[in-house]
């Protein structure tokens, strides 16, 4: 090397570099090669009459599209749909979808197989006319070898699939329909990693060290044994950190599991504040060849649920601010889409959420990887019923025969996630009271044993101990509760809660050996921007939605202020009040963190999704947003409401969400009308004074000093719009999307807070707008289509990316209003 001159020693340099960076190029396109995405250009058709014969033909009309899909979302609310309000007032249908495809030459020796990551529901799928198999379940992915069927080289193959959803109801909230989560095309060797073949563990955790076991499933499909040598190299980013190596010998046509183990020395430890990962690469190797890779992202932390400090985490008490989320994503309907998912996830963490709950089923993988790498504690769910429905035509028809199917394929998919913490076997099962569900509780527990015992199982019990009593905490101190049969049969290893919050208290006496977990809290209600004075409030919404209420609002709205519950809830102050307050209640998930479509309590048509969510459909923060974001973030806070447009003379409640201050001083028109404190366990403060235009100011103090300040103007009539992107450059990739707020604003670009205006828009560009929402629980606007009315001066847009870079222009019309345009790029 020192007889080189410095401009070879550069060269040698870069030419290592290069080669280098060629050798994790090819690793990586490795792992690309082995599944391929499969969803472009398929055909579809949809019966126009679930009455309509079974049938395809040479007649019928198909349309070209890409999956994920869902044909439910494109379609009109119908008050009359079978799948009923709880379902969104959507209907379902029966659906097909075809794909023509050529498979080369030389993959004629390997194994191809399609893999649907869920196919809502009853799909069947034929690939040149053989059948490949039915799966009911539409939340669970699900693959079919297609090897010996297929046709090489020029010839075409051809899939179909049937997707039946037309048995309706079969959901209690809206399910949507067809291939609505993403297909792949896997192609191996004939001696390969099976289908989430890796199973991987870290028994010991140290600052020092961490013991990885690896448990691998190998499938040979050969006629011959093989002898080949497997080795697993663990890499942190693009250091290799690791690696162990077997030599087996495997017979023909059979499947072997064998057992590695290694150490991590001084590991990086995965957190809710950093979610540190590490990758597991698997190479079978032949005849000094690799045949096969198979990569593993897995996490290394130690925890558990404790008695007496609820959940810790490596070493560290954390409370679990958690929330459910359903699968939908609003306006796009059920069709999954990566950006998507991560947005809401990005909304909740803003909020100071920590854990999700996958709300009541196996969710899309993409929301799994999303989880491990943002840092979120989840409870995976499998089921919302066992052998007796709660809809006429929903998943207990199919119990008998896939419930152990299912359960084992969503625990061999998910059991390397490192975000998850908690399986749960069930939600809110009618057999829980009586020794049925004993039963089948023993049942799923021992299976989700077999195939996991590094995490705990609960279910989520409403509730674990009888409330239909006059006196709960009377009854408490009798002892003389009635416990839910499935809690007191010690078959569960987390007593898991919905709602009950005035029984968490007593946990510890009614469940000694036990932990908790809260894994439903809450249902409040509010519709994000409305109001109701001191007088409407009075008359219109008591405390409980169900107490002297028998008409409602006309037009189906529910107050903002957080003073509107459930007869099964609380408010959202009420439940976390009792969590915070205790060590032992390890923490909880509120329904819910977003509004969904259907099942619209406390409402039935026209209302067509839910009153739930601290954020609304559209993806805007509600006002109780602030006040769990002050008690679960270190950002410094102050959020006023409500608006101030009101009457000449009604008199306002204002409340404000706070912390790091001591106080908080309201001024109108620069006059105050006093400071206010928290006290005791207060969450806000409140002010109640008569309505005068001008200017609402808030001022937050800590030691006499001015901590924050924010301010609410009276608006004025709309006059233009204001377009602001979630991100205004996206990728080209023809899935990525940006979301664009539309805020209709006074001429002095004040955000006119009762502003109903329809917008309407139009793009220009490589891209396409998939999505238009306001949040309005009532609307029965199309979200698939160019024009929506905003609700409370808000709106959503969302526009997807074509496969070319290209500039977008977006532009939105109201009339009356100036128009507005924004450019969002696409590389």
């Not at 697993?232 to 690791?242: C, G, L, N, S």
């Not at 510890?508 to 509010?526: C, D, M, R, V, Y």
């Not at 459930?566 to 976390?576: F, I, K």
């Not at 001008?694 to 004025?716: P, Q």
């Amino acid at each position: 090397m020192s007889q080189l001159t410095s401009y070879q020693k550069i060269t040698l340099l870069f030419v290592c570099f290069l080669l280098m960076l060629a050798c994790e190029t090819s690793r990586d396109q490795k792992f690309n090669d082995r599944k391929v995405s499969f969803n472009s250009d398929w055909s579809f058709y949809l019966n126009d009459s679930i009455k309509d014969n079974d049938t395809i033909g040479t007649a019928t009309q198909w349309r070209t599209l890409n999956v994920p899909h869902d044909w439910s979302i494109e379609g009109k609310f119908d008050k009359k749909s079978p799948a009923g309000y709880g379902g969104g007032a959507l209907n379902g249908g029966l659906g097909w979808y075809k794909k023509t495809f050529k498979v080369a030459v030389e993959d004629s020796t390997k194994i191809t197989s399609i893999i649907f990551d869920g196919v809502y529901k009853n799909s069947e799928v034929w690939i040149n006319g053989h059948y490949l198999g039915k799966r009911p379940n539409g939340y669970i992915g699900f693959q079919y070898d297609m090897t010996p069927y297929l046709k090489y080289g020029e010839n075409n193959n051809e899939i179909i699939v049937k997707v039946d959803n037309s048995k309706q109801p079969n959901s209690r909230w809206y399910s949507g329909s067809g291939i609505f989560r993403n297909v792949w095309l896997e192609t191996t060797d004939k001696l390969h990693v099976a289908q989430w073949g890796t199973y991987i563990t870290t028994p010991k955790v140290s600052a020092e060290k961490a013991s990885v076991e690896i448990e691998i499933r190998i499938k040979n499909q050969y006629a011959a044994s093989k002898k080949a040598t497997v080795t697993t190299t663990i890499f942190k980013e693009d250091t290799k950190v690791t690696s162990v190596t077997q030599d087996i010998t495997i017979g023909g046509n059979s499947n072997q599991t064998i057992k590695q183990n290694t150490e991590v020395e001084t590991p990086i430890l995965w957190s809710v504040e950093t979610p540190e990962l590490y990758t597991a690469v698997t190479e079978i190797s032949l005849d000094n060849k690799i045949i096969d890779q198979y990569k593993t992202n897995f996490g290394i932390r130690d925890f558990k649920f404790d008695t007496e400090k609820g959940f810790i985490l490596n070493g560290k008490q954390v409370k679990i601010k958690g929330v459910c989320l359903h699968h939908d994503l609003g306006p796009l309907g059920a069709a999954i889409n990566t950006r998507a998912i991560e947005r809401q996830l990005e909304i909740m963490k803003e909020m100071g959420v920590n854990g999700i709950r996958t709300t009541h089923n196996p969710p899309a993988p993409e929301l799994l990887d999303l989880c491990d790498k943002m840092g979120f504690i989840v409870m995976d769910e499998a089921f919302d019923m066992w052998k007796q429905t709660k809809t006429k035509y929903d998943y207990g028809n199919d119990w008998d025969k896939w419930h152990k199917k299912d359960l084992v394929d969503q625990l061999l998919r998910d059991r390397n996630h490192p975000s998850i913490f908690i399986w749960s076997i069930g939600n809110e099962i009618p057999e829980q009271w009586n020794e049925t569900g004993v039963t089948i509780a023993k049942e799923l527990v021992a299976i989700t044993r077999q195939y996991d015992k590094t995490r705990p199982i609960t279910a989520a019990m409403n509730p674990p101990v009888n409330m239909n009593i006059d006196d709960v905490t009377l009854q408490f101190e009798k002892n003389n509760v009635q416990f839910n049969a499935i809690a007191k049969s010690g078959v569960l290893d987390l007593i898991g809660y919905n709602y009950a919050h005035q029984t968490y208290e007593h946990h510890q006496k009614n469940f000694p050996n036990t932990p908790f977990i809260a894994t439903e809290t809450t249902s409040g209600l509010q519709t994000r921007g409305y109001y109701d004075s001191v007088s409407d409030t009075i008359k219109k919404w008591p405390v409980r939605w169900d107490l002297k209420f028998t008409e409602g609002n006309p037009d189906n709205t529910v107050s903002a202020y957080d003073q509107v519950q459930t007869p099964w809830g609380s408010t959202h102050e009420a439940t976390w009040k009792v969590i915070k307050k205790y060590d032992f209640l390890s923490g909880m998930y509120i329904w819910t963190g977003f509004d969904y479509i259907g099942e619209p309590t406390p409402y039935e048509w026209p209302s067509i999704s839910s009153y739930f969510g601290i954020v609304d459909l559209a993806g805007f923060p509600k006002d109780v947003y602030y006040m769990y974001q002050s008690e679960w973030t270190d950002k410094t806070v102050l959020h006023i409401f409500p608006h101030w447009n009101w009457k000449a003379g009604q008199t306002v409640d204002v409340w404000a969400y706070y912390n790091n201050a001591d106080e908080v001083e309201l001024f109108l028109n620069g006059k105050s009308v006093g400071v206010r404190s928290k006290k005791g366990d207060d969450l806000h403060v409140m002010w109640r004074i008569p309505f005068q235009a001008g200017t609402l100011k808030a001022v937050s103090r800590k030691n006499g000093k001015v901590v924050l300040e924010k301010e609410i103007k009276t608006a004025g009539n709309p006059a233009l719009l204001k377009l602001t992107a979630d991100r205004n450059s996206i990728t080209a990739d023809g899935n990525d999307l940006s979301f664009i707020t539309v805020d209709i604003m006074d001429a002095k670009n004040v955000l006119v807070p009762t502003a109903n205006n329809e917008i309407s828009f139009s793009l220009k560009g490589n891209g396409k707008i998939v999505g238009v929402c306001s949040g309005d629980p009532v609307s029965h606007e199309s979200y698939k289509g160019s024009k929506h009315t905003a609700l409370s001066g808000k709106c959503l847009v969302v526009i997807q990316a074509g496969n070319q870079a290209d500039n977008l222009e977006l532009t939105a019309n109201a009339k009356g209003l100036q128009s507005k345009t924004i450019t969002i790029t696409t590389k």
